[in-house]
T-cell receptor
């Protein structure tokens, strides 16, 4: 079974801190994604990556950056955490199809609930 | 731009049927459906590619009308285990990442 593991289920950080959210997948997937989930807003894409060291902005990248130094690991970085970044963060991975599309079945981690105080 | 899902929430009794709709203002290449149970990660249900196909998964099926940029998810003879939030994700041509709707919360009661 594919496993996507996020380093923390719950995290509390102070305003202004630098925060690292880690995600590891064990199925050699090319594509990895970071979403945030807020009540009533659904899943919104922050950043995605289709290869090592490659990264692309999603719909809401402001205030975030990412790092993908190894294929299995995709990190989300909050350079200076703010209270409006309090949210549930979900990581996902997917395999690249033979046709070259990233939108195959995505496997999600359990999420990290981040609270910024 | 997020696709629009309707209804936002629905309550069913066991055995009843439901339809969840997903519509976009943009031309679509595919529509994806996921279910997220409370406190759990979203789980993939199915992908529908353009071509108007209908797919099924046990008593859950879906259709995709690419001319109308709409997809519908059909839940037949609902079970308690169907409870959760259903998300559609839409893909535009050009291998752009999915854009998810805001979700439809489905509650099945005994």
């Amino acid at each position: 079974d594919v496993k996507v593991t996020q380093s923390s289920r719950y995290l509390v950080k102070r305003t202004g801190e630098k925060v690292f959210l880690e995600c590891v997948q064990d199925m050699d997937h090319e594509n990895m994604f970071w979403y945030r989930q807020d009540p009533g807003l659904g899943l919104r894409l922050i950043y995605f990556s289709y290869d090592v060291k490659m990264k692309e902005k999603g719909d809401i990248p402001e205030g975030y950056s990412v790092s993908r130094e190894k294929k299995e690991r995709f990190s989300l970085i909050l350079e200076s955490a703010s209270t409006n970044q309090t949210s549930m963060y979900l990581c996902a991975s997917s395999i690249m199809s033979l046709q070259g599309t990233m939108n195959t079945e995505a496997f999600f981690g359990q999420g990290t609930r981040l609270t910024v105080v | 731009q997020q696709p629009v899902q309707s209804p936002q929430a629905v309550i069913l009794r066991e055995g009843e049927d439901a339809v969840i709709n997903c519509s976009s203002s943009k031309a679509l290449y595919s529509v994806h459906w996921y279910r997220q149970k409370h406190g759990e990660a979203p789980v993939f249900l199915m992908i529908l590619l353009k071509g108007g196909e209908q797919k099924g998964h046990d008593k859950i099926s879906a259709s995709f009308n690419e001319k109308k940029q709409q997809s519908s998810l059909y839940l037949t003879a609902s079970q308690l285990s169907y409870s959760g939030t259903y998300f559609c994700g839409t893909e535009e041509p050009g291998n752009t990442p999915l854009v998810f709707g805001k979700g439809t919360r489905l509650s099945v009661i005994a």
